[in-house]
C-alpha cells in the first residue's frame, strides 16, 4: 500500500482551501450516492457534560474511501476523517468553518432542486454567521436580484445588508419586520436560534420555497404548525435525525398536521426519484439538521486539496 499522509488542517488552513462551490460540488456528489444506497448517516447523539454536552455524528461513504465523525462540545468542532480501504486516520480537521459553509450548502442544493426556476428574490429572517453562507448559497444556484433581511436588531441587519450587498454584487436591504421579509419573495429562509416561530403561516405564499436551517433541537421551532401543514412538499437532509431533532415537525406530528412517512430525504430529489413540485403554486420546505455525511463529503474533497497543495501538519 503506498504511504499514506496523514494530516491536520487548522481552521485557517481548513479556510483557505474551502469555498462555496467547492461544498455545493461535494454535497450534489454525496446526496446523489447517498440515493443509490452508498452513504450511511449516523444521526448526531448529545451525551450530558454536566455543563453542556458533548456532540458526536458519524458516516460512511465506502465507495469514495472515507469515512469519519464530527464532534465537538462547546462549539469547538472536529472532523476525524478515516479511509475504508485499510488506511485508518487520514486527517483531523477544524471544522468550525466547515460547518459554517457546509449548512449554507445543503440550502443552497435544496433551493437548486426545490425552489422554482426563475426565483429571483429572496428573504432572510437571521442575520448570525450562518445566514452569509445560507445567502451566499443561494444566490451560487439562483440568479437572484432582490434580498430583504431582518433581525431583531436594527444595526446588525443594516450591517448585514451592506456587507452582503458589496460580497454578491447583489441588492440587499434591510427591513423592519419578519413579515415585511417574507412578502412576496420566491425563497424564503430562516436562520436564527428562536425557540418560538419567526416564520407563520400568514407569511407563506403559493410557490415560495423555505429553508428552515437554523435549529436542531426538538425544544425550539422556527416555523409554526400551519407553515408545515400548507407545504406540498416537505424535504429534509436525514429522516432519522429529523425524528428527534427537528422541533416543527415534531409538533406537527403531535398535532395531527403532518405524517413522518410523508417525509422525503432530499437525496431522492437530487437523484430525480422524487419530483420537488408539480406547479409554479406548490410550496416547498427544506428542513435542515446539518448532518455527518455532508462534513464528511466536504471534508474528503479539502483533504484531498490539501494533499495536492502540501498544506497541513503531517501526522505521525
Given at each position: 500500500m503506498t504511504a499514506i499522509k496523514r494530516l491536520y488542517l487548522t481552521e485557517t488552513e481548513v479556510d483557505g482551501l474551502l469555498d462555496m462551490e467547492l461544498a455545493l460540488e461535494a454535497l450534489d456528489d454525496v446526496f446523489r450516492a447517498r440515493s443509490s444506497?452508498?452513504?450511511?448517516?449516523?444521526?448526531?447523539?448529545?451525551l450530558a457534560t454536566g455543563n453542556g454536552a458533548m456532540n458526536f455524528m458519524a458516516a460512511t461513504w465506502p465507495s469514495r474511501g472515507w469515512a469519519g465523525h464530527k464532534s465537538y462540545v462547546n462549539g469547538d468542532m472536529r472532523v476525524m476523517l478515516y479511509g475504508t480501504n485499510g488506511e485508518g486516520l487520514l486527517a483531523v480537521l477544524g471544522a468550525g468553518r466547515m460547518g459554517q459553509v457546509r449548512t449554507g450548502a445543503a440550502s443552497g442544493i435544496a433551493t437548486k432542486y426545490m425552489a422554482r426556476e426563475n426565483?429571483?428574490?429572496v428573504g432572510m429572517i437571521g442575520t448570525g454567521n450562518q445566514a452569509e453562507t445560507q445567502l451566499e448559497a443561494v444566490c451560487a444556484v439562483r440568479d437572484i436580484s432582490e434580498v430583504k433581511v431582518f433581525s431583531r436588531t436594527t444595526e446588525r441587519r443594516e450591517k448585514f445588508a451592506s456587507s452582503m450587498s458589496e460580497r454578491l454584487d447583489v441588492n440587499v436591504v434591510a427591513v423592519d419586520s419578519k413579515e415585511a421579509a417574507a412578502e412576496?419573495?420566491?425563497v424564503l429562509v430562516a436562520i436564527t436560534n428562536s425557540v418560538e416561530p419567526v416564520i407563520t403561516g400568514d407569511m407563506v405564499e403559493p410557490g415560495m420555497h423555505i429553508n428552515a436551517a437554523g435549529n436542531?433541537?426538538?425544544m425550539k421551532r422556527e416555523l409554526d404548525t400551519m407553515v408545515v401543514a400548507k407545504a406540498d412538499l416537505v424535504a429534509c437532509d436525514d429522516i432519522d435525525q429529523s425524528r428527534i431533532e427537528c422541533g416543527e415537525l415534531m409538533r406537527a406530528v403531535e398535532t395531527g398536521h403532518f405524517?413522518?412517512?410523508s417525509l422525503v430525504r432530499l437525496d431522492r430529489i437530487v437523484a430525480g426519484l422524487r419530483t420537488a413540485r408539480y406547479s409554479d403554486d406548490d410550496i416547498t420546505l427544506f428542513e435542515s439538521q446539518g448532518v455527518a455525511f455532508e462534513d464528511i463529503a466536504v471534508c474528503g474533497r479539502i483533504y484531498e486539496l490539501a494533499l495536492e497543495?502540501?498544506?497541513g501538519t503531517e501526522l505521525p
Open positions: 444506497g452508498d452513504v450511511r448517516n449516523e444521526p448526531r447523539r448529545r426565483s429571483s428574490s412576496g419573495v420566491d436542531n433541537s426538538w405524517a413522518w412517512e497543495q502540501g498544506i
